[in-house]
C-alpha cells in the first residue's frame, strides 16, 4: 500500500463504513474469550484495530512493513513494530490471538505468511483472518491497495489448513453490496478510487452491512471472506 492511501485510510478509519465493520466483527469474536490475553495484529496499518484491542483489555502488539506506518500508530499509543509478515519479528508461541485482517492478498508467498501466524500462536490460540474473495471481482481498488490476489472460498480453506490451522468457521461478508461493488468497481479507474467516499454513500454502505448482520447469508458469495482458527493444542 503506497503511503498517501495509508495516510487517507489512517484519517477515514473511525468512520469509514467497511473499518467500522471489521472492528464490529473482531469485537464480536473477542466476545468468546473469558479473558483477554495477549494479542499481535499483523499487518497492522496505523493500528485502529490494535488500539480497539486494547479498549477490550488485551496486550496488543501491531506489526506492519510499512515504516511510515509503524510510526503512525506509535504516534497513536499503539505498541507497534516495522516487520514482514513472511518472517515476524516474534517468539513462537507468544499470543493468545493473531489477527490478519485483509494482509495475506497483498503477499506473493501467502503461505509463508500463513506459517507465521501458526507459529507465533500459542498451541489452542486463536487466529482471525479476513480477505477480499473471487478474482472476477479484481478491479482499480485492489491495486490502489496493492492487493496481488482474490481469494476463492476453498483455496482460502486450503491456505489456512495447509499452514496448519484448524478452521472453526468460514464465512462471507458483502454479500447484498457484491452487485453493486462489483459494478461501481469496474468502472473506476485507480485515480477515482482513492477518491474520499461521499458521507451519504458511506452511511448507505454502513446500513447495509447492519442489515446483512440478520439475514442468514454467511455462505453466499460476498466480497470478503473471514475466518477463525485455531492452532492446534
Request: glycine content about 10%.
Amino acid at each position: 500500500m503506497d503511503t498517501i492511501e495509508l495516510q487517507r485510510i489512517a484519517r477515514i478509519g473511525d468512520d469509514n463504513w467497511w473499518y467500522r465493520e471489521r472492528r464490529a466483527i473482531v469485537s464480536g469474536e473477542l466476545l468468546r474469550f473469558s479473558v483477554p490475553g495477549a494479542a499481535v495484529d499483523i499487518g497492522a496499518g496505523a493500528g485502529a484495530d490494535a488500539r480497539m484491542l486494547s479498549g477490550h483489555g488485551w496486550r496488543a502488539t501491531a506489526i506492519d512493513l510499512n515504516p511510515e506506518a509503524v510510526a503512525l500508530a506509535r504516534a497513536q499509543g499503539v505498541e507497534a513494530y516495522e516487520g514482514d509478515a513472511r518472517y515476524l519479528p516474534l517468539p513462537g508461541g507468544a499470543y493468545d490471538l493473531a489477527l490478519a485482517m485483509d494482509v495475506l492478498a497483498h503477499i506473493e508467498d501467502d503461505r509463508r505468511a500463513a506459517a507465521e501466524i501458526v507459529r507465533v500462536l500459542r498451541p489452542g490460540g486463536t487466529a482471525l483472518v479476513s480477505v477480499p474473495c473471487d478474482m472476477g471481482l479484481w478491479s482499480a481498488h485492489d491495486v490502489a491497495l496493492g492487493r496481488v490476489r482474490r481469494y476463492a472460498r476453498g483455496a482460502f480453506a486450503e491456505l489456512l489448513e495447509g499452514a496448519g490451522l484448524l478452521v472453526d468457521r468460514l464465512w462471507s461478508r458483502g454479500v447484498l453490496l457484491r452487485p453493486v461493488l462489483r459494478r461501481l468497481r469496474h468502472r473506476m479507474t485507480r485515480r477515482e478510487d482513492l477518491a474520499p467516499l461521499h458521507p451519504a454513500a458511506n452511511e448507505a454502505l454502513r446500513l447495509s452491512m447492519a442489515l446483512e448482520r440478520r439475514l442468514p447469508l454467511w455462505s453466499w458469495p460476498g466480497t470478503w471472506l473471514f475466518a477463525r482458527c485455531r492452532r492446534p493444542g
